[in-house]
C-alpha cells in the first residue's frame, strides 16, 4: 500500500508542495539544514528530488523556452506517476516539464534526464549504454549504479534516502554538475588524478574533524 494517497485535488496539492519543500529543503541555496523529519514513500521523495537535480546540471545546448524538458522513466511506475503528478507545479528553466516511459533506444530522442528502475536496471544495459553517449542525465537506484554507466544513483542510508554522483559519467554525457550538489552527496566519483577534499562524501563521513557534515536527506518509509 503506497504511502502517499491522494484523494482530492486540494490534498493532492498540498500533498505535493508538502513533498517538493521536503527536497527543497534538503537541497536548498546553502545546502546546509536537514529535510524535516516527515514520512513519505520513497517514490514520492525520489520524484521530487529528480526535479531538484534539474535544477544543478548544466546541459551542453539550451534548448528554445517553448521546447519541454523531458524526463524519462524505465521500470519505475510509481515514480513516473509520481513525476506526473508534479509536473503541473514545475518547470526546469522556465520551461514545462513532460514525462515519458520509454524501453527503447529510439524512445531517447528528445531527453534530457533518464530515470531507471531498479527492477529494469539489469535489462536496459543497452538503454543505459546510448544513453550515456548523449547529454542526457542517467539517474538510478541500483547498486550497481555508477558502475553502470549514470550520473546519479539513489542510495539509502538509514533510511535516509542519499544519492551518490560520478563527475566521469557526467563529462562523458557533456554535463556540468553545480559544486553545491555536489557537496551534499554522500559519494563522488571524481576524474582521474583528482585529490579528495571536503566535497566528497566519504571524507565528510570519516574525517569529522576536519570537515563539517552537510547531508542532504529525507525520511520516509516504504508501503506496506
Known amino acids: ?33 536537514l529535510a524535516h523529519a516527515a514520512q513519505f514513500s520513497v517514490d514520492a521523495v525520489k520524484a521530487a528530488y529528480l526535479f531538484r537535480f534539474a535544477q544543478y546540471v548544466e ?19 510509481e515514480v513516473a506517476v509520481h513525476l506526473e503528478r508534479l509536473s503541473p507545479e514545475m518547470t526546469v528553466g522556465g520551461r514545462r516539464v513532460l514525462v515519458r516511459r520509454v524501453s527503447r533506444v529510439q524512445d531517447l530522442d528528445g531527453v534530457h534526464m533518464l530515470f531507471i528502475g531498479e527492477s529494469a536496471f539489469n535489462r536496459t ?9 548523449r547529454p542526457i542525465l542517467v539517474v538510478t537506484e541500483d547498486l550497481q549504479g555508477i558502475e553502470g ?46 585529490s579528495l577534499n ?14 563539517g557534515i552537510r547531508m542532504a536527506s ?4 516504504r508501503g506496506a
Do not use: K
Not at 59 to 77: C, L, M, N, R
Open 1 to 33: 500500500m503506497e504511502v502517499l494517497q491522494v484523494r482530492s485535488g486540494r490534498t493532492r496539492s498540498m500533498l505535493i508542495r508538502t513533498v517538493l519543500m521536503c527536497a527543497f529543503v534538503a537541497i536548498g541555496a546553502s545546502f546546509s539544514a
Open 218 to 221: 529525507v525520511n520516509f518509509r
Open 125 to 133: 544495459r543497452t538503454l543505459r549504454a546510448r544513453a550515456s553517449e
Open 198 to 211: 571536503c566535497n566528497d562524501g566519504y571524507i565528510r563521513r570519516h574525517r569529522t574533524d576536519v570537515c
Open 59 to 77: 546541459w551542453p545546448t539550451a534548448p528554445s523556452a517553448d521546447t519541454p524538458f523531458v524526463i524519462a522513466v524505465s521500470g519505475a511506475e
Open 149 to 194: 554507466g549514470a550520473v546519479i544513483n539513489f542510495i539509502e542510508v538509514n533510511r535516509n534516502l542519499r544519492f551518490e554522483i560520478s563527475l566521469i559519467a557526467a563529462d562523458r554525457s557533456g554535463l556540468r554538475i553545480n559544486s553545491a550538489l555536489l557537496s551534499v552527496a554522500a559519494r563522488v566519483e571524481r576524474r582521474p588524478q583528482s
